[in-house]
């Protein structure tokens, strides 16, 4: 790229930024590493503490009977053009083996998981009007992430794969608009659309549950992830999207 390109690209990319609302919505985590660890818990048969900084220790996440894999999973994801809502004020979390070595912006940091210390790399955008990496224009317009494709979990996960409790001990894994959405700011967002299952991106779902396992060993938290994969895999196999929820794990 010539040092005209580049300075007509820096230029349009400052033109979006600003054209991009201040971030001013209240997340629930902050720290995407309590936030991801709450989501494994929902995974798990065990309890999930965690302390940072100063912070007292707490239980993250909620007790777990069963886990339940929903029909929505099957559904195909659409990134609409221009929508940047995953991009809001919290840290950016790597563990170790998603990034071999520090990078400019990231810097080591140390929280407590069950009492055993481990480190993350982490930027923090929580008093930025908008994430420092939101400059890199996508293909069908607008503004994209530019640590895409390996963007940190907290970010790729959600609304692609979520683990939620609807009701008290049964966890679902799905996909669904953001909760709140109509209160998040940009739109449009994200759509969900019932297709074939050959239209499908499952193997974005398998990866993003790779790297929910390797953040579980990293952490040590047992979990049924290797069961949810394994179900899925079914469903490819066989061809056929389910009508109603598949039992993945029981207490």
Not at 185 to 200: A, G, M, R
Request: proline share 6%; hydrophobic share 35%; charged share 25%.
């Amino acid at each position: 790229m010539t040092d005209s390109s580049k300075l007509k690209r820096q230029q349009e990319v400052t033109k979006l930024r600003k054209q991009e609302l201040s971030r001013t919505n209240s997340v629930g985590h902050a720290d995407s590493v309590e936030k991801v660890l709450g989501q494994i818990s929902m995974l798990s048969p065990d309890e999930v503490r965690y302390q940072s900084g100063r912070r007292k220790e707490r239980l993250v996440g909620a007790d777990v009977e069963r886990v339940v894999l929903s029909p929505t999973v099957f559904r195909k994801f659409v990134c609409v053009a221009g929508c940047t809502a995953c991009c809001q004020k919290f840290t950016l979390d790597y563990i170790p083996s998603e990034m071999l070595e520090e990078e400019d912006g990231f810097d080591w940091r140390f929280v407590n998981v069950n009492g055993r210390r481990r480190g993350v790399l982490t930027n923090d955008q929580n008093q930025n009007p908008l994430c420092d990496f939101l400059t890199a224009i996508r293909p069908d317009g607008g503004l994209g992430c530019s640590r895409w494709p390996r963007p940190p979990l907290a970010c790729i996960s959600a609304p692609q794969l979520q683990f939620i409790q609807m009701r008290p001990g049964t966890t679902y894994v799905l996909k669904k608009p953001f909760g709140r959405a109509w209160a998040m700011k940009p739109t449009p967002q994200c759509e969900f659309l019932n297709v074939d299952l050959s239209e499908v991106d499952l193997q974005t779902n398998l990866a993003i549950l790779d790297r929910f396992h390797a953040w579980a060993k990293y952490f040590r938290i047992k979990t049924c992830i290797p069961q949810l994969q394994k179900e899925i895999g079914k469903v490819l196999r066989a061809g056929v999207i389910p009508t109603e929820g598949i039992e993945v794990w029981h207490r």
